[in-house]
Nanobody
């Protein structure tokens, strides 16, 4: 059974930093690109960052470029999202998802990030 488990969400002050983790179970991790999305109350889900398999090429939404960094540890089957210089607009539920070249997609349950003084 495939499972993605996010962790690391917290309350953080504006300008602060946070590291989210997404541990994957039950799949061949290197077959999947990994992404982080977020959804704030009343807003649509937004794709924040993606890291491809093999090449580890990264792609970012303009809203987080230069502040967030996505990474992956293929030995530990874990993806990460480093959030720096956070802003109140970054407040959202953050989800990771895994996508294979064959179209298989799996989602985690989410972890809450709240940016507030």
């Amino acid at each position: 059974q495939v499972q993605l488990v996010e962790s690391g969400g917290a309350l953080v002050q504006p300008g602060g930093s946070l590291r989210l983790a997404c541990a994957a179970f039950g799949l061949t991790f290197t077959d999947y690109s990994m992404s982080w999305d977020r959804q704030a109350p009343g807003k649509e889900r937004e794709l924040v960052a993606t890291i491809e398999t093999f090449t580890h090429r990264t792609i970012y939404a303009d809203s987080v470029k230069g502040r967030f960094a996505i990474g992956r540890d293929d030995v530990e089957s874990t993806a990460y999202l480093q959030l720096n210089s956070v802003e109140p607009q970054d407040t959202a539920m953050y989800y990771c998802h895994a996508r294979s070249s064959r179209g298989a997609v799996y989602w985690g349950q989410g972890t809450q990030v709240t940016v507030s003084p």
